[in-house]
């Protein structure tokens, strides 16, 4: 079955709206791929989001998300990017700013409120300023961190690393230390096994006294136990060539008299009674 509507509406007519009611404030409109992008003067923002909220034919209500872009190569590096939706008319689409370092975008959340924490997360991501946030703080970073990790221009390691200090009962701050930067590699397989022990697998080993622990199961213990000792030739079954061997003496026959007990009692027919 059909759905009664269409998973969105065409862009049918949309640029043609938003430029008859953004006039000069509207850079450029494109229609790419099926979506529509804005690009809005920067001084102008507040006023644009007003028109394309409060416009008939366009009123995109719902501000759904905010998202920061890095271009290094562009004199204004950075482009903020925001996601409307119109909820009576179910179409979206984009508006972008640009801006750098230093030039602040005028903050929408007197608009919508939730933009509050969205330009947080632009701002801590990419260091863009937003003028009258009442609240630009980090949102996503720890505290003290230096610089903003979404730039393309940001090292991918960081520049500190942070561990819990058993000796000064805190959390400490380090510079990062690359301890495998010019590790080498081979292109053995491990699933046939290399022929030496890679880093980390000692662990893997033989347990040094009877119960120490190991990460090895009882039967893979049982295993190398068994591939490790060495081969033993079966014994013969003993065997005593005479009784001396034995140290038991001399056998002696059922025939010979047995030395009288006090405690039994003879009978007259030659037996003995209890």
């Not at 028109?51 to 950075?78: C, K, N, S, W």
Request: hydrophobic share 35%; aromatic share 8%.
């Amino acid at each position: 079955m059909r759905a009664p509507a269409p998973a969105y509406t065409s862009n049918d007519g949309v640029i043609d709206a938003a430029r008859a009611a953004l006039g000069g404030m509207l850079l450029d409109a494109v229609d790419h791929v099926g979506e529509v992008a804005l690009h809005v003067r920067r001084e102008d923002l507040y006023d644009a989001m007003i028109a394309l909220r409060d416009t008939p034919g366009l009123a995109y209500q719902q501000l759904m998300e905010i998202a920061g872009v890095d271009y290094p190569d562009r004199a204004e590096r950075f482009e903020v990017v925001y996601c409307m939706l119109s909820l009576t008319r179910n179409h979206r689409l984009r508006v972008h700013v640009a801006t750098d370092e230093e030039k602040p975008v005028p903050s929408v959340t007197d608009i919508w409120p939730v933009a509050g924490w969205l330009e947080r997360e632009v701002y801590d991501m990419y260091g863009v300023l937003f003028s009258g946030n009442p609240d630009l703080r980090r949102i996503l970073t720890d505290y003290g961190f230096r610089g903003h990790p979404q730039r393309k221009d940001f090292p991918l390691t960081g520049y500190v690393e942070l561990r819990y200090s058993e000796e000064a009962k805190r959390v400490v701050y380090e510079p990062v230390q690359l301890a495998q930067d010019f590790r080498t590699f081979d292109f053995m397989s491990p699933w046939e096994g290399a022929n030496y022990v890679l880093p980390g697998d000692e662990k893997g080993a033989l347990p040094q006294a009877k119960g120490a622990q190991t990460p090895l199961s009882a039967d893979a213990i049982a295993k190398a136990g068994a591939a490790q000792s060495p081969t033993q030739a079966p014994s013969e079954p003993k065997s005593t060539e005479s009784t001396a061997q034995t140290g038991i003496g001399k056998s002696e026959s059922d025939a010979t008299p047995k030395p009288a007990s006090p405690d039994v009692i003879p009978t007259k027919g030659g037996g003995q009674n209890q």
